[in-house]
């Protein structure tokens, strides 16, 4: 539409930018990515409402909030619609397999790997009964670290640079690189550790 001239992304951008100034943007916004989050869906779409409007530190924090919550929900929630699936299989080789491997270092891990849906950890985690503060730490953590890095990019890209930067392994490459250190955290407990 900007290209047709039939909108300036940038004064949209300014006057939207001017509501920030109020309290309860934040918490609306927080609010409705906690919703979308519990019920599995696209809460993530809130990085490009939260990253364009607020400083990168503050979008971290209302993405962090945001996610968290609604992982909890998805958690309690997925955990409730799934208890009598869970009597059936709770004493079956793979459901046991599965729960053991709910460690911190595997949750952290699908936090920060970039593009890992949220729905699919937060659900799985509330089926397995992984451990709550593990659950709610890496989420804290993970949600924390990846948005900071995209809000960062996001903003800059709102204000002046590319959005192509987005796609630059500066962005993406901490991300890969806490999922692999994580991961390798796995492979160690696993292999070392659990003997």
Same mark, same amino acid.
């Given at each position: ?12 951008? /300014?006057? @939207? ?8 943007? *934040?918490? =609306?916004?927080?609010? +409705?990515?906690? &919703? ?70 595997? /949750?952290? @891990? ?8 949220? *729905?699919? =950890?937060?659900?799985? +985690?509330?089926? &397995? ?67």
């Amino acid at each position: 539409m900007e290209i047709a001239g039939l909108l300036d992304a940038r004064q949209i951008l /300014l006057v @939207a930018r001017e509501y920030t100034q109020h309290w309860w943007l *934040a918490v =609306v916004l927080i609010l +409705a990515q906690a &919703l979308l989050f519990t019920f599995a869906l696209a809460g993530s779409i809130f990085l490009w409402v939260a990253a364009p409007l607020y400083t990168p530190p503050m979008a971290t924090f209302i993405l962090a909030a945001g996610g968290a919550l609604g992982g909890l929900g998805a958690y309690f929630f997925s955990n409730y619609l799934s208890h009598e699936w869970k009597e059936k299989v709770k004493y079956s080789r793979t459901y046991r397999m599965l729960q053991a491997q709910e460690n911190f270092f595997t /949750l952290f @891990a699908m936090r920060v790997f970039p593009g890992f849906p949220h *729905a699919l =950890v937060n659900y799985s +985690a509330g089926i &397995l009964n992984a451990r709550l503060s593990y659950f709610i730490v890496t989420a804290i953590l993970g949600i924390s670290i990846k948005s900071y890095i995209y809000a960062r990019v996001i903003y800059s890209a709102s204000n002046s640079a590319s959005p192509s930067m987005l796609l630059d392994l500066t962005v993406i490459g901490p991300l890969l690189l806490l999922s692999i250190v994580s991961a390798a955290g796995v492979f160690i407990k696993h292999k070392f550790l659990d003997k």
